[in-house]
């Protein structure tokens, strides 16, 4: 283990003796191991937000605030934490309440110093096994990406060996699939692993094409071919000619539309809108749908010759129930993503947020996990992006009062810091002015919270409020 990576385990210890502080700090230095202590409970939550340590140490009984709160709200910002309390009151309900709450382990006081530097010893290892996990899922991230989609499940491999070996040779193909399984990624890996993958990469999407305009946009018009075709105009086989055009949505296009499809793929040559002779094109057709093609065919809504054309090829694309185990890789991914975007530091997902992704039955699909995602990121005021900070409906009923119980809507990128002002807004009104609650809410220090407030002028006294209480 690298000392850079052993020295990211830290540890936190509060205890209103400053005696026990002294006695324990220097009872459990050891190499790599940071420790920060607080004397104050409320101190060593501010410390907490602000150094997020991986485990900590401290008393039950304290005054201003208990061992059994300070473990709840840790539980609040990061369940993942190992939290061990220590007593002199030792009670098996006390202990049972604590277990229940998310504690890693109660001690009774005196406590040996032996038995507690080998506890210590176990939870500092399993921090560094967690870190080095972490470390290797980045890994597998980066070796599971296949052209720009990400995935490691059996389903994944089998499609992803699939369009390597047809990607050579194909002249047309489907690819099916639901929505937001990534039909275009998958089109796009496919043109960039073919012969013509120097050539032009043309997308259509047929849901978006005028029935009239569909013609001329796939095959071009003449001059004076209709009213205001004011010029010859080139179509998107055309363009196309020498590599791949994706057909987005294929089972929205018109039937008459369909039948001259079918023979620009049987002859390779286009014939545009209005002209006398047809001239030969080179291109490579991808069509992607989300319908039931075959149920299309039955109800006369789609060629059945021109479905057998182009399904010689067919790509089924999984839906994200059929590959849960991709799930946390995708997670990372956006996470990486979306941080990098906003330009915070986010280091993953607490363990309850995760439990609630995965509880998901995802009928968006993989599209539908980047929102959720791409939301929760803009929303997290923390490092970790807790089940708080996803949409609504993802939120399990509680009896707490959280900040994102009712979420407010997804800004642009550009907006970050309009949405920041919103949520520390937000946080002050429900904690009714109290900075101490509100950086509770945000899961954050008092320190940065008063950062933000300055960052965003809300220390500054309303006008009108100033000016009554001046008059």
Request: include cysteine.
């Amino acid at each position: 283990m690298s000392a850079a990576a052993q020295s990211s385990v830290s540890l936190l210890i509060i205890d209103d003796n400053s005696g026990s502080l002294e006695l324990l700090s220097e009872a459990l230095a050891q190499s790599g191991l940071e420790i920060f202590t607080a004397s104050d409970p409320e101190e060593g939550l501010d410390l907490f937000c602000d150094r997020r340590p991986n485990i900590v140490l401290t008393d039950l009984v304290m005054p201003k605030m208990s061992g059994m709160a300070v473990l709840e709200r840790i539980m609040e910002v990061d369940p993942a934490t190992d939290v061990i309390l220590m007593t002199a009151h030792y009670s098996a309900e006390s202990a049972v309440e604590a277990i229940q709450k998310g504690a890693s382990d109660y001690l009774n006081k005196p406590i040996a110093l032996g038995t507690l530097r080998e506890r210590m010893g176990q939870l500092v290892d399993e921090a560094r096994k967690r870190q080095r996990s972490f470390q290797l899922e980045d890994e597998l991230r980066t070796n599971s990406v296949f052209e720009g989609i990400i995935g490691r499940s059996p389903l994944m491999w089998e499609m992803f060996s699939r369009m390597r070996r047809v990607a050579p040779h194909y002249r047309s193909l489907l690819i099916t699939g639901e929505t937001g399984t990534g039909k275009d990624l998958a089109a796009r890996a496919i043109h960039n692993l073919s012969p013509v993958a120097s050539g032009r990469y043309i997308v259509l999407n047929c849901s978006a094409v005028v029935e009239t305009l569909f013609e001329s946009e796939l095959f071009g018009h003449v001059k004076g071919s209709f009213t205001g075709a004011t010029q010859d105009k080139p179509g998107l086989f055309e363009h196309a000619h020498g590599g791949t055009l994706f057909l987005d949505e294929i089972g929205d296009m018109p039937l008459g539309t369909q039948a001259k499809l079918l023979r620009v793929l049987q002859n390779q040559e286009v014939q545009r809108v209005g002209a006398l002779r047809a001239h030969q094109v080179n291109v490579r057709v991808i069509a992607a749908t989300n319908h039931d093609l075959r149920a299309a065919i039955t109800e006369r809504r789609f060629r059945e010759d021109l479905y057998y054309r182009l399904s010689m090829v067919e790509i089924q694309m999984p839906r994200l129930t059929e590959r849960k185990e991709d799930l946390p890789l995708l997670q990372r991914h956006f996470v990486a993503r979306f941080a990098a975007q906003y330009g915070k530091k986010i280091r993953g997902l607490t363990q309850r947020a995760q439990i609630r992704l995965a509880q998901h039955s995802w009928p968006g699909n993989v599209r539908e996990l980047e929102n959720v995602i791409g939301y929760a990121a803009m929303m997290t005021m923390s490092d970790l992006i807790d089940a708080p900070d996803l949409h609504a409906y993802l939120q399990a009923p509680s009896g707490h009062k959280e900040l994102s119980a009712t979420p407010l809507p997804v800004l642009e990128a550009d907006s970050f810091a309009v949405q920041e002002r919103l949520l520390v807004m937000r946080a002050l009104e429900s904690a009714g002015g109290n900075q101490t609650q509100a950086a509770r809410i945000l899961r954050i220090s008092r320190d940065r919270l008063r950062y933000k407030i300055k960052k965003h002028n809300l220390d500054k006294p309303d006008l009108g409020q100033a000016s009554a209480a001046a008059g």
